[in-house]
């Protein structure tokens, strides 16, 4: 489920489960992870992360684990991961990055997307809630007001906008990403280190407040949420009710 090569200093990760538009379990999270230390360990100076097929990544598997809190503390682990690699991480956004999809793309420090990609938490349509971290640095990363937006109305943001606001670095395909990160990996490698711990202390990490946590804490634990668990089996419109 997950695919490894090495093209001189430049690591590609890629998330190989296309027929499921690779949607995240625990075994691609676990392979995620160890793919990650794997390439740090074998002396990658740059990493770039993709999806096979036309799709980055859809989320996580709605199907599985997603409601099972071990598997989100897992995949919060391999977020800070990814996020703490001491080496610069791309993401090729080669089709949409929606959910999870879209926190690993804001785990890396650059992104690059395909013209027709797009980027999106549709948490608020299925009644689970994305952590404090996905709020700031997607905040950090587009503006509060187009954050508010993606999250409150559930607006997927397109390339073109991505790119002029910053998210997307670059506009471009997975030989795009490869080329720049082969460009980068020949830069002084404690300056780029020193560059990512600066550019991800923004606050995102910081500890949430009791009543973000609590009121979080409240919609994946309500009702709402089995009722879009219910509505997603039956496909039909989930009808929330706030509690």
Known sequence: MIQTTATGAVTTIELDRP???NALDDDMVSGLSKAFTAAVDAGARA????????VFCAGAD?????YDRSFLDTLVATLQQ?????????????????GAGLQLAM???LRVMAPDALAGIPAAKIGV????????????????????????????????RAHALGFANRIGDLADAQHWAAAIADLAPLTLAHYKLVLNGD?????????????????WESDDLAEGRAARVEKRTPKFVGR
């Open 62 to 66: 709605l199907s599985g684990p997603v």
């Open 203 to 219: 606050g995102a990490r910081d500890e949430p407040a009791p009543d973000h946590l609590a009121a979080m804490m409240r919609a």
């Open 107 to 109: 785990a890396a420090d």
């Open 82 to 98: 990814i996020e703490s690699t001491p080496v610069p991480v791309i993401a090729a956004l080669n089709g949409s990055a929606l």
């Open 129 to 160: 809630a994305v952590d404090e971290w996905t709020i700031r640095r997607l905040v950090s990363l587009v503006g509060s007001g187009q954050a508010r937006g993606m999250l409150i109305g559930c607006d997927p943001l397109t390339a073109d």
């Open 47 to 54: 990493i770039v992360l993709t999806g096979r097929g036309p």
């Open 19 to 21: 027929d499921k538009r």
